[in-house]
């Protein structure tokens, strides 16, 4: 069966036809201009073009009452007809929200819209998509509008699918930067949803200023621990602030779930230069946050469109967020120098509140004792805060460059394999397009560690060498090599590596062979290498992680991919990915897939797969994740063992110092150290 591809675009500009009739300073940031500038900057950058254009719908008043009630769906229904005086007194028994003749018609698209967006993902007309509309609909409640919104999209989309797809697990991650406690209220007790926010918090100072939004709300009865709140206490987060909480708590929760839909409330407000989140993302975040999720769920992802007031960041970011759902490389990621002590003391508090409820949190530290949370440091923060409200808070006058533009190479992956190797579709046979360099080959042909006579291997390695040469120009995006001795040719690479034009190269080794010799303290490479050996780490840029029973154990596996050798790699920022594996590593072939995958956030997908020989059959699964194919569900994860879990929290413990994107505390690091 051919994998579903394909990118939704659900957009109308009916949508548009409805706008605030009155002075509210609350409400003036909602305008319809939001989803025109959105559109425009899709359409310019040819992506509009690219995507599967589905038509808008209403929904039906059935889809409606799925989340709203009666009451409140005959009361909107009235506003058509109302006088702009009737319209206005409406909207007073709501906050921050305006009414408009045409918002019921446009409320009824947006809902449709994603319910259009659910139905093309469901039944594989598109792998994933995204609908852009307005009204939002996160804050709204079941008898209630609030904050812009009139119902709730994306809950209807979620007891949509759970109807009439039997959907079981359904993920929401809510990266706007409100809360969506509409969403929040509709499935605090369902454990098939599980509702993830982080929000502007500030200790309850921010809007909608809800002691529910804060981390200790975790859910109710059985839908305890599929709430997960993440209060943000302060403005100007960044991208390390975000992605620290998507690798540290979201990931392996998400995981461990193992979602079959996962459905994205797609506010922008988080980004730089939004008048409402004061925050200090930059719009390329969202591509890796976006590359973060398609792995879950066999890649079916919705975004749906909720905040985003700045007319710059908001396009940019809906840009790098279809541009990551077509599958291009991504982003050089920018900015990660670590979370700030605002961020990790929530993160600690959430994965602290969440410990009781997800294994791959079990170990995570106690809340701190006394008076609990993040209210601590309310009176220290305070201080903080009068001098930023001293200054004129003007969100207009940041500025920020304009994102990378994310070129797709003309070779997708390239193969160097043995002659009668089969060819997967979407990939060729790497032709260098050079002879190989003489020089090289004497080099090559001098080592002593060679089998001189094996023309075979001299080949083989210096087409690796010209691959990563193609792959550093950006001619190639990845590459695979069957060869006959994975140790010895990564060996190689990594030393020429060291005299190349690669700038940094990121090895990831699963297998028992002793590999760190290649690795010394002031080349340009780092290894870790996953294994059931204890090598000693004896430099810097080797890291040894020794799991019980080596790669088999997925669960061990992916906590140690996901807390440790993702942050590692995003923090170090690679220009090249070596991924290798030896034969009796043990890793699943799921496991891998999933690896494979969330590796190509890293070097803009420059990886280069080298496996033994005898592994023909992985070819053409590996070639699909290099080639953006979603990875296999791994099912639910069961607990990693407890030596492994052990094992990587002293690591990050340890390397902590060195790399701060492994940090989930403030005092991790023992602060002197
Ligand atoms: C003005 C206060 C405005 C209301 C904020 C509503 C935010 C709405 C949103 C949505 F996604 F729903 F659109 N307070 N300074 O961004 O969450
Ligand atoms: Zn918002």
């Known amino acids: 069966m051919n994998p579903v591809t394909g990118t939704a675009l659900i957009y109308d500009a009916e949508m548009t036809n409805y706008k605030?009739?009155?002075?509210?300073?609350?409400?003036?940031?909602?305008?319809?201009?939001?989803?025109?500038?959105?559109?425009?900057?899709?359409?310019?950058?040819?992506?509009?073009?690219?995507?599967?254009?589905?038509?808008?719908?209403?929904?039906?008043?059935a889809e409606i009452l799925l989340v709203h009630s009666e009451e409140y769906l005959e009361a909107v229904k009235k506003t058509p007809y109302m006088t702009l005086e009737d319209l206005q007194e409406f909207t007073l028994q709501y906050g921050d929200v305006y009414f408009h003749p045409n918002i019921y018609h446009c409320a009824k698209?947006?809902?449709?819209?994603?319910?259009?967006?659910?139905?093309?993902?469901?039944?594989?007309?598109?792998?994933?998509?995204?609908?852009?509309?307005?009204?939002?609909?996160?804050?709204?409640?079941?008898?209630?509008?609030?904050?812009?919104?009139?119902?709730?999209?994306?809950?209807?989309?979620?007891?949509?699918?759970?109807?009439?797809?039997?959907?079981?697990?359904?993920?929401?991650?809510?990266?706007?930067?409100?809360?969506?406690?509409?969403?929040?209220?509709?499935?605090?007790?369902?454990?098939?949803?599980?509702?993830?926010?982080?929000?502007?918090?500030?200790?309850?100072?921010?809007?909608?200023n809800l002691r529910e939004s804060d981390f200790d709300i975790v859910g109710t009865a059985n839908g305890a621990g599929f709430t997960i709140n993440v209060p943000l206490n302060k403005v100007g987060m960044e991208n390390s602030d975000y992605l620290s909480v998507f690798l540290h708590l979201l990931l392996p929760v998400a995981y461990e779930f193992c979602p079959e839909l996962v459905l994205v409330?797609?506010?922008?407000?988080?980004?730089?230069?939004?008048?409402?989140?004061?925050m200090r993302a930059t719009p390329d975040v969202f591509a890796h946050l976006t590359h973060l999720l398609m792995n879950l769920a066999d890649g079916k992802v919705c975004a749906v469109l909720e905040g985003g007031y700045n007319l710059k960041s908001l396009p940019q970011s809906v840009c790098e967020t279809v541009q990551t759902l077509l599958g291009d490389p991504l982003p050089r990621p920018v900015n990660l120098e670590g979370p700030c002590k605002s961020a990790l003391e929530s993160l600690h508090c959430v994965r602290a509140a969440h410990r009781k409820y997800w294994s791959c949190l079990n170990h995570a530290g106690d809340l701190p004792s006394g008076e609990l949370s993040t209210k601590r440091s309310k009176s220290a923060e305070d201080g903080d805060q009068a001098e930023i409200n001293e200054e004129e808070k003007k969100t207009d006058d940041i500025v920020w460059p304009d994102?990378?533009?994310?070129?797709?190479?003309?070779?997708?992956?390239?193969?160097?394999?043995?002659?009668?190797?089969?060819?997967?579709?979407?990939?060729?046979?790497?032709?260098?397009?050079?002879?190989?360099?003489?020089?090289?080959?004497?080099?090559?042909?001098?080592?002593?560690?060679?089998?001189?006579?094996?023309?075979?291997?001299?080949?083989?390695?210096?087409?690796?060498?010209?691959?990563?040469?193609?792959?550093?120009?950006?001619?190639?995006?990845?590459?695979?090599a069957l060869v006959h001795d994975v140790s010895i040719v990564m060996n190689w690479v990594v030393q020429h590596a060291a005299t190349s034009s690669c700038k940094r190269m990121l090895v990831v080794f699963l297998g028992d062979d002793m590999v760190k010799s290649c690795i010394t303290q002031?080349?340009?490479?780092?290894?870790?290498?996953?294994?059931?050996?204890?090598?000693?780490?004896?430099?810097?840029?080797?890291?040894?992680?020794?799991?019980?029973?080596?790669?088999?154990?997925?669960?061990?596996?992916?906590?140690?991919?996901?807390?440790?050798?993702?942050?590692?790699?995003?923090?170090?920022?690679?220009?090249?990915?070596?991924?290798?594996?030896?034969?009796?590593?043990?890793?699943?072939?799921?496991?891998?897939?999933?690896?494979?995958?969330?590796?190509?956030?890293?070097?803009?997908?420059?990886?280069?797969?080298?496996?033994?020989?005898?592994e023909h059959p992985s070819v053409a699964p590996t070639v699909a994740s290099l080639l953006g194919t979603p990875a296999p569900a791994l099912g639910p994860l069961s607990a990693a063992l407890s030596e492994d879990v052990e094992t990587v929290e002293k690591l990050r413990h340890t390397l902590c110092h060195d790399w701060k994107l492994l940090q989930t505390t403030e005092t991790q690091c023992g602060g002197d150290g």
């Open 20 to 61: 605030l009739l009155w002075v509210d300073p609350a409400c003036k940031i909602e305008v319809p201009e939001r989803l025109t500038v959105s559109y425009e900057a899709l359409v310019k950058a040819g992506l509009a073009d690219r995507c599967v254009s589905v038509p808008v719908r209403e929904a039906t008043e």
């Open 265 to 278: 409330c797609a506010g922008f407000d988080t980004a730089i230069g939004d008048p409402e989140g004061e």
């Open 403 to 480: 994102p990378p533009k994310r070129v797709t190479p003309n070779v997708q992956t390239a193969l160097v394999v043995p002659d009668g190797t089969v060819c997967p579709e979407g990939c060729q046979w790497f032709c260098p397009s050079e002879d190989p360099d003489p020089n090289l080959m004497k080099q090559l042909r001098e080592n002593s560690a060679l089998d001189t006579d094996d023309t075979d291997v001299l080949t083989t390695l210096s087409s690796l060498i010209a691959l990563m040469d193609q792959m550093e120009k950006n001619e190639i995006r990845s590459g695979l």
């Open 109 to 208: 698209l947006a809902s449709g819209a994603t319910l259009q967006l659910v139905d093309s993902v469901m039944t594989g007309k598109v792998r994933n998509g995204m609908a852009l509309v307005r009204p939002p609909g996160h804050h709204s409640m079941r008898s209630a509008a609030s904050g812009f919104c009139v119902f709730n999209n994306v809950s209807i989309a979620a007891k949509y699918a759970q109807q009439k797809y039997g959907v079981k697990r359904v993920l929401i991650v809510d990266w706007d930067v409100h809360h969506g406690q509409g969403v929040q209220y509709c499935f605090e007790d369902d454990p098939g949803v599980l509702y993830f926010s982080w929000h502007r918090f500030e200790h309850q100072k921010f809007w909608p």
């Open 522 to 614: 002031n080349g340009n490479a780092m290894l870790v290498q996953i294994s059931n050996k204890n090598f000693d780490a004896e430099t810097k840029n080797y890291i040894p992680v020794c799991l019980k029973k080596g790669c088999r154990d997925t669960s061990g596996l992916m906590q140690a991919v996901l807390t440790l050798l993702l942050p590692l790699g995003y923090e170090y920022d690679p220009s090249l990915v070596l991924l290798i594996r030896t034969s009796d590593c043990g890793v699943l072939e799921s496991a891998w897939q999933q690896l494979t995958g969330l590796l190509q956030g890293l070097a803009q997908g420059h990886t280069l797969v080298v496996m033994q020989e005898s």
